[in-house]
Nanobody, 120 residues
Framework: QVQLVESGGGSVQAGGSLRLSCAAS????????MGWHRQAPGKLRELVAT???????NYADSVKGRFTISRDNAKNTVYLQMNSLKPEDTAVYYC??????????????WGKGTLVTVSS
């Protein structure tokens, strides 16, 4: 019922910036909290940042002050501006969304992921 299209990953040197985008679409009543998670090689997937439909944000301690999450509710799109990137930020970044169907049933969906590589 929901599709997520991610874009913006790539390779950058340490100290550089990247901006990720994730657009949600589908026959749902409402897109609720959206966010980004990441998974580095050999590690578990971890939360990076989330944002509610009302604009409340939450960040992992490791990215506070460097990453900014935002969204455009009219476009059901979430963004992740990543500044001062470090090699340890290298990971596959996954978009995640919670939604409510027209039948008022809640659900969630993951994107396919986009690779971010930060070289030293």
């Amino acid at each position: 019922q929901v599709q997520l299209v991610e874009s913006g990953g790539g390779s950058v040197q340490a100290g550089g910036s990247l901006r990720l985008s994730c657009a949600a679409s589908g026959s749902v009543l409402r897109i609720n909290t959206m966010g980004w998670h990441r998974q580095a090689p050999g590690k578990l997937r971890e939360l990076v940042a989330t944002i509610t439909s009302g604009g409340n944000t939450n960040y992992a301690d490791s990215v506070k002050g460097r990453f900014t999450i935002s969204r455009d509710n009219a476009k059901n799109t979430v963004y992740l501006q990543m500044n001062s990137l470090k090699p340890e930020d290298t990971a596959v970044y996954y978009c995640h969304t919670e939604y409510t169907t027209v039948a008022f049933v809640g659900g969630d969906y993951w994107g396919k992921g986009t690779l971010v590589t930060v070289s030293s």
